[in-house]
Each structure stands twice: as C-alpha cells, then as structure tokens.
C-alpha cells in the first residue's frame, strides 16, 4: 500500500508521512499532529510559502516603517517646539481697521510699557517675561558685514526662549535703564563678523551706523525643525532698541513663560482681562457687543497642539496606505489555502476516511494560514525595525518605533491569518466525501485497517 502512494509524487510520501503520524497517535486529531502536519504542508511547498507570506511581510514592514516615521517627526517636532520654550505664550498687536483699511499689525501702538509692567506685577501664571521689539540691519566689524536682526529684550528673555550664554555675560538692568550700547551675538553673526575666530568679546560692532559693544555670545542651537537658524539673531536692552533704533516708544510684542505647560490656558485669561482693562476694552452688554480685541494672544501649546494634530493625521493616513498592504497579503493567503484546498482533496478525504472531523480538517488548514501568518509578521517586524533603523542612520530622517506598534503588526497578521484562512478551511472541513473517486474510497478503507 506504501509502495503505491510512493510511486505517484513526492507529494504522495508527505500524504502518507501525514496519514501514518495522524493515525498511529489518535481517532481525534490533537493540536501538536496538527501544527507537525501543517509545518510539513508548508516545507512542502516552500517558494508557494514564500510567495504566499510576502504580502504580508511587506505590509508589516510598511506599517511598522510608516508609524516610525510619523511618530519620529511628532517627537522632533515636539523638541524643537521644547527648545524654543514650550510655556511660551506670545502677545502682539492686533491689526485695527482705519477708515476701512485693516493695518498691518507691526505698525500697531497698543502694546506699552504700561501693559509690559501690568501682565509682570499681576499675573499668577507666570515665571518669567519680557518686552520684545526688533528690527533687521546689516551689521558691521572691520571689512567683514552680514544681514542680521536685532531683539530688545531683557534678562527673562534666554530662560523664555531657552537661550544660554556661552562667553561673557547677560546685560544686566542698569544698561536697561540706560539704554546702553551693548549686544549678545548669536553664533551665525560671530562666524560672519569674525571668521577668523578672534575672540569678540570687547569689541565694537555697528548696527547699520550705530555702534554696540560685544559684551557675550549665545550658545549655538543649530536650525529648527522649519528650517530658521535659530543663531542668527543679536539680543541688545530693549530700551536701546527702542530709543536709539526705533525711536519708539511702544512695544513689538511681549513674550512670557507659564509656570508649567497646564498654566499656560489660564494664564492667557488673566493676560486678556488685563489688557482688556489697560486698553479700555468695554465688554458685552445686553444691548452692545465687546470691543475687538487690539492685541493678540498665542501659545506654543496652541501650536504643539496644531502640529501633533497634523501630524497624527498625517500618521494614521501613512499607517492606512501601509495597511492596504496587508489586506492584499491576506487576500493572497485566502487564495493559496483556496488553491491548496482543492488541490489536496484527496488527503483531506482519506483523514476523513480514517476518522477525521470536520473540525479537525478545519483546525488543519487555518493552523496553516495562521502560521503563515505569523511567520510573515515576525519577518516582516524584523524587517520594518531595521528598515526604520536605517532610515535615522543613513539618512537622518526622525523614526521613533514604539512598542504598540509591534504588538498591533502581530495583532492585525494573526487576525488576517484567522480571518483569510476561516473560509478556505470551512471549504475543506465540509467537502463531501461521496463525491471522493471509488479508488481513494479503497485507499481509505485499506488505511483504516492500518
């Protein structure tokens, strides 16, 4: 009877190797034949294997690629957004409407010292502010020149914006008062002015044809996730700024720091009631509307928000374009355990013949699929992670994987090995062994008695 079998195929020696392990052990099939039989159906046919867990591989990959990425750039862009003071909150002057013409907002008067003094004396949210105005100019030492801006700021400005000085020091509330003629240079202007490397400390620089004298250097912080160097910048006393440049007497803008990242709402609150009543701002009544508002308020909380919003749909839209992936894979192992099914009748009539359930042959073929699976996840998982891995390495693109993402990649290929293989095995469990040739019948009674 062996001989026969044997002399068909190969395939005949793996069917009767199957047959002989399923009817020595038990008339009811357990799941440790079953996974020994579906590793054989497997070996059996290693490249249909192979191609039949690709789809799979590549959508595991694409997913766990595509989630690293997204959540990459919402890490990147949170530390940058970190870098540049995550408390932050930002007031500037409002646009305003004169004879029907909406103003540019940097030519608007609203914000004054007054309020500056207010918001700093008044406000519990707070732990560090600073009134801001700028203007962009050349800057000049020696033959050497370059385009830069410059910021009136005070001494609360480096902890707001995450700023340190690296050579020399702050200036401090007496050159305030004075309005003295002293700057901190950002590194980009110091590699402009003094490529040579001299020391520029004590030296005197002209903003356009006024002269300031080098008293620091800010510590070098490189470009942000936009693109600005975050260098290219020189802070000078706000009040020189304003008398000896501007010839103003109003404020560009005021910049604060919240106590803590959850502070920041109310403390745009208070700010709002505070200007509100410094600039006799009338509010609603029953019969009236509130005045405009002549300032605006913003927060990089308002602006992580936005961002980690965008980003997270841009992610999910990544992570579905990657999923699609495996739909196809899971269509491809629907088809294969279809094709296997009807080319391996006669081994599923002959396990039938010897006792074999319904069940048994149904748990077969979806151990098969799942295997399938499973196998494709775990090479596709490995995949994916180097993928991702390579992509920081080599070309410097921001990848984060996180752990849920894995488990999610096993979750998704062992429902797809469940789901596409469901139906393929429902089909094998429920053939009808009537319809099975006379000659399997006879193979299948001579098995029987073995």
Known sequence: MLNYLASNSKRSFHLTLNILTFNITTSKMNYQNLFKIAIRAIAANKMRSFLTALGI?????AVITMLAIGQGSKASIKANIAEMGSNMIMISPGADMRGGVRQDASSMETLKQADYQSIKDECNYISA????????GQWIYGNNNTQSSIYGVNQDYLSIRQLKVADGEMFTDTDIKAASKVCILGQTVVDYLFPDGSDPIGKVVRFNSIPFRVIGVLKKKGYNSMGMDQDDLVLAPYTTVMKRIMAQTYLGGIVCSAITEEASQPAQDQ???????NHKLKDATDTTEADEDDYNIRSQEEISSMMNSTMSTITILLGSVAGISLLVGGIGIMNIMYVSVTERTREIGLRMSVGARGIDILNQFLIEAILLSVTGGIIGVILGVSLSLSLNSFFHIATQIEPWSIIMS???CTFTGVFFGWYPAKKAARLDLS???DTNKKIGRTLNIL
């Open 57 to 61: 591989i590549i959508g595991i990959a």
């Open 129 to 136: 502010i600073s009134p801001t105005v700028n203007s962009s």
């Open 271 to 277: 700010i709002t009631e505070i200007l509100r009543r």
């Open 410 to 412: 096993f979750a998704v």
């Open 435 to 437: 319809r099975l040739s």
